[in-house]
């Protein structure tokens, strides 16, 4: 059976990715394509990279017919995806990939963000969308609220530790590097090839980004009491590609053995051999995620690697694996395609 | 049915590439994995991208057993190739991705490899890989030799122009601009990224790179009298895509029409709009070929671009390629993964 | 003696380089510095590399006193540019870094930009700022128009061949490679990292690109009679940098023995030896200029390689080394910096 | 007065980078250039952008008579340096850019290098080069051993606040970036520029990387007892440029403070605003050194930034900044060249 997918957004990389995924999915058939300043072009003159594959039209959400749609795929930024989430047929699957449903408390989601939530009812029925832990939630779900890619490399780095009473939960400190496609394809200064490339540097330091609301939120309810974590993120002059450099007070060999035992039976979660460092390299245009563990040379602290590919693992390839279950279908159907390297 | 395929040589570059590809083919199977220096070793370790797939170790030639083996994969180094595929079972399926059954002409190819060939009988065997022009030829073939990834580009731009008479022969321009990838894993001063990144320059030039012996054997076999073109390659700052730029004394409105007509059935080879100019970043990765022509400000003169892949379409893609047809697979097999992009 | 100097339009790239430079200028000090929409913010602001100097803050132009300063850089974009000049007191010393004075015909300019042009009578004052080629005129000149950075590596690997009736006049092609800071620091979508990275593609081909304005005048006055290049501009992913590869009809070792003389006493420009092939990388950050000589494997064609830095001497470097001989200095005076490489 | 200068090891990047500074000191010429494998080459042909000097050829060290030379560099690797300056003259100046003076206990030397010191009775003689700290021994040293670059960047971030009592000595985290010059032009498979663009990943992580015994050393000594950091280095896929992301308890703004305080009167050290983030882009090329403070949201914890050039304030630009300390000369000659952005 081939199912019918709308991506709404489609005119951004999240979007441009999710097409890149569906167009080798056996079981899929994107039959809607929106892009709201850019209604009326072809994929191909968005994303010339696409132009083999025969896709609909971009259009405006409102001309899109959901009558005969499966599942749609919500690529649009945060506070538009809820306002074109309340208005879409309360039965239509639906992944979001925005912020929007990642908090399940009003005021979370007011604090970080900075406005009030306009579709507070369904911030209840939302499941959030990290597919190795809510994995059973998200096969029942109408609504799944994809993670933020930071968010997520943190957690496949933090959550067996912190569910397993391994680390300190007062000291865990997150040095994230990122590639710069997931600050997606806005015309920003700072995003030039030319004040880009060529070097790095930090953002949103101190404890400020967004991310940290989903870090918060899944901590905490993990350990049963507040945690907060530090987090910095920092720009790579890559396009794609993250790496979690995370710092823990805890045994390197149990923490080891915590992640050998909670990825074992994971299709896309890799950890390496005690001591390896994985690298965002070798998980580029992927669904995987590679984690590392390195003991210190002071006792009691160890450092965690955690790699995954922002676009893929991160945002649009997770979206993916969720839909697929939603839909009843192999979880790893259409994902297995191997990273792309050199 | 699936195949049982043999990778020999698979440490490089293009050995990965194939094994990146094969990992999604529905059809065929990686039983046998050679690398001469690093036998014994895990893919994994040599290729820590590839660590999610379940393949052979790495171990010698000699110790492959290849009366179960359905096609070898040969992407070995030219001289060492022809070595390797002379003592072959006379029975295998080979696609060889070396230089060393491009060139029919044993003279041709002591001129531009600078040592006599060793296994001149095997020569007038070998079909040349290039699938859209020697498709018929390729399928009954044993043995066929992948093109150079330079050569594929420039034949893409140029056989229908020269095929249709539609250009002057004594004045074909190839300027092309390569990524690094193309150089292989070689420990080379001028491949270090601190060398080669930030900037760009011409090698091989005022005629000297070995990919013009497929050039002049193949643009004087179609036009029926030599031909040489002239050819400058340059190295840039990216890993994978070539783009050429190749410049032509012809009409550009009737070479538009003869790359419409020859390339309209093919799955891989798209044409663009006249006047649209292609990227190698938009075939990042892919299969795809993107074709463009412009015309000159002065009359009679066009500007013709391709880009595809080195890696994919210009090595193990086209490898792959050639080796579905050669085992009676569809031909688009496992290679309609979409580009990479960003 | 110490000049005083102006920067109008100092937020932009070429802005930047032209305050970096002069940081070790022993004989100039800034003491205005102009732009539009970032008046009353400092450079360290602006440009972060620069907060190591005592700089003025940036102002409108109307908020300058133009009565103490010597000289005058103008790096304003066309059009603009020559509004502020035809208002700035008459007696004021001008390098224009834009294209408004580069065209001495008046139909050429607008046919090229595309408005009539507004200053018309400063046209005929302006000297063509190429300085190896009008040394005196520019020494005597009020007014010097800057050449575009395309058309300056262009004309280096060209005006001696012409000028010595060395090559075919009509079949002459420039493919020329450039970094991206050539293209401003402008908010256009092909310009993001995300974009640009990893690949390359042509601009402008077929003959439409601006600097052809100036290649048609200059190439056309020394030859006595038309001339006509074809031109075709690449994007590279790198910040910094032109190659140019320029395919020409005539004798190689006459070629590189014109270079050799032309060049001789030149500060700037070296000539590198027969068959040796410049690099973009090798010039950055510096004013000088490489340029080397290939034979073709056919006879009597030769292909010419010529590296600068598009904003060092491709544009606020060869300023600088105007506004010295304006101001009576020694023409090298803070230009001698050696290339950044790695 | 012109100083003679002699470049031991002129063909790795940190003698090409003493080149490039020394090539506009004024008061400085080189006369003999060294390098083992390449004896007998112009710097010309080893390195390129160097062309436009007047150099000396390269010959190996025993061919130089160090009779007029006023000064030093030494830029071998370690362990050869020690040997072959033991064997110059005992009145020669020298800078060792190697390890081998860098720390004072000759049992640390070998923990962190693997070899008995072979020079032990220099190490006594030896002053640390970080200039601003030792800026009084360097002026009176006959032999100065350059630091790390890494060590160099945490110990800017880190020594005022030690000295000052500012934080807890027992949780100090160096997240550290670099490009990948600071590796040298070694042929490492994992240093080509196809293995390391487009990602990240650490390096000697877990307290394994040498500049740990520069930490020890350096921290310990100020605060009066052991002090150990954790400390984990990652390879950027840029050229040039540190970013160390520094994570401490104490108090921001107290932090803050103590910067402003020991930089107020430092040439090369800028303190950013409070809460500003520094980029490693921003000092490319030159050897200034950018420093940033943000407060943690959680109390009592702050972040630092710190930014500087690997080659340069890492590693040739404060040679050559204590060589002029050395013979008399202003600090800052020849090095206020300004940052190359972009």
Redesign the interface.
Known sequence: MTYSIAILGASG?TG?EL??LI??HPEMKITALSADRKAGQSMAEV???????DLPLLVKIEEIDFAGIDLCFCALPHKTSQEVISNLPKTLKIVDLSADFRLRDPEAYEKWYGNPHSAVEMQGEAVYGLTEFYRDEIAKARLVAGTGCNAATGQYALRPLIEGGLIDLD?I?I?L?T???GAG?S???N?????????????A????HRH?GEFDQEFSAIAGRPV?V?F?P?L??????I?A?V?VKGDAQAIHAAFAAAYADEP?V?V?PM?D??????????N?V?IGV?????DG?A?I?C?LDNLTKGSSGQALQNANLMLGLEETTGL???????
Chains 1, 2, 3, 4 share one sequence.
């Open positions: 990389y441009a097409v890149r167009a080798t994303f010339p990279h696409l132009r083999h594959l000291d400190i040095d590097k590639g710069v496609s394809r015309l920003k200064e995003l030039l090839h030319a004040e880009l490339s060529e070097g790095a540097h930090a953002y330091a101190g404890g400020t940290l907060q530090q910095t920092h790579l002059p890559a396009n794609r590609g790496i450099t710092y896309f890799e390496l001591g460092i994985p690298s965002s390299r070798h998980v580029r245009g992927s995987f590679h390195t003991a210190d040379r002071i602290r450092v690697f790699a297995m395609l191997a990273p792309v390297f050199p």
